[in-house]
């Protein structure tokens, strides 16, 4: 999920007793953004019939830059934004952009849910690319896991035998929000947060800005509209995230969104009246049960949830 959606590209720490009373408000604040993400996927895909990929992510990016900016600078002014890797951030958001690119791009011609069940793929490849890169250790279960994942995902993208060139940009995209995370890892070793997601807007409102010469559509008043809410749903995404790991680990919340294939399959029925297929459904709960074993490999995020629910109740 990208709001994008990054739970993996926060610190983890361990559950404390002061964590456990507020354990089912982080819960409650994380299904709320993965809705706030489902809601921005949703209006993405009403608009991409009509204006550029480009004028979207303008949207998205500068909307709720304001906000975070007066956040950033409301904790230590000015000097707040002082960051010791602008490469890094460069680096970062240049991925973070053409993945948005190609998620939204690939969400006008795919049903949510089938969006949605490639997306599920992100968090294997953080497992993947964290061995590779950052040289963590992953074991054979877990890789087994991975290249379990990642044969349903090339069935979804190709089935047949016929690669699905949508389903393709979705699943490109996922692998560059897998770096993106990696980069994110190493960025929050000296910055936090709140920074990386200014830079994060910062840095995608510039560069789509360059483009609108180019590719600008001067939209109705109700388009306006919508495309403001793609960049409120993002900003909100964003926000309830930042408030779910101030409460709960964020080792605990990450499986939670795989709830996206609720939310998705939801929008798909009462939107556009389709029904979700039954290989699309059957592949996202594949790819769940490696993510979630993956999850507790690498965590024990369902024995930590359970000992925080029995200690709260």
């Not at 993945?99 to 992100?122: K, T």
């Not at 980069?183 to 840095?203: E, G, K, Q, W």
Request: a positive charge; aromatic letters at 10%; charged letters at 10%.
């Amino acid at each position: 999920m990208q709001t994008s959606h990054p739970i993996d590209s926060l610190p983890l720490k361990a559950i404390t007793a002061e964590e456990q009373p507020r354990l089912g408000l982080g819960i409650a604040l994380m299904l709320v953004c993965v809705g706030f993400f489902a809601a921005m996927s949703a209006t993405v895909k009403f608009l991409a019939a009509d204006y550029s990929t480009w004028q979207i992510v303008l949207f998205r990016n500068m909307v709720p830059l304001p906000v975070i900016f007066l956040i950033v600078v409301s904790m230590g002014g000015l000097a707040a934004l002082r960051t010791r890797q602008p490469g890094k951030h460069l680096l970062r958001n240049g991925m973070s952009l053409v993945s948005h690119l190609l998620l939204f791009h690939g969400l006008g011609f795919l049903a949510l849910a089938d969006a949605s069940a490639i997306q599920f793929m992100s968090p294997l490849m953080v497992t993947a690319l964290s061995a590779l890169i950052l040289k963590e250790k992953v074991g054979p279960r877990r890789w087994f896991a991975v290249f379990a994942g990642f044969c349903v995902v090339v069935l979804m993208v190709a089935p047949s035998g016929n690669v699905q060139w949508a389903s393709l940009m979705v699943l490109a995209s996922t692998v560059l929000y897998g770096l993106m995370v990696i980069t994110t890892r190493v960025l929050s070793r000296t910055d936090s947060a709140s920074v990386i997601f200014f830079y994060l807007s910062f840095i995608g409102t510039l560069a789509s800005a360059v483009a609108m010469p180019f590719v600008w559509v001067t939209p109705p008043l109700e388009d306006l509209g919508l495309l403001f809410l793609v960049g409120v749903f993002g900003g909100l995404a964003q926000f309830t995230l930042v408030s779910a790991v101030r409460l709960v680990a964020p080792s605990i919340l990450a499986p939670f969104e795989y709830t996206l294939i609720i939310w998705a399959v939801g929008f798909d029925v009462v939107l556009w009246h389709v029904n979700p297929a039954a290989a699309t459904l059957i592949g996202a709960t594949i790819i769940a049960m490696a993510g979630l074993y993956i999850a507790q490999r690498e965590s024990q995020f369902a024995t930590r949830l359970w000992a925080a629910m029995c200690a709260r109740f």
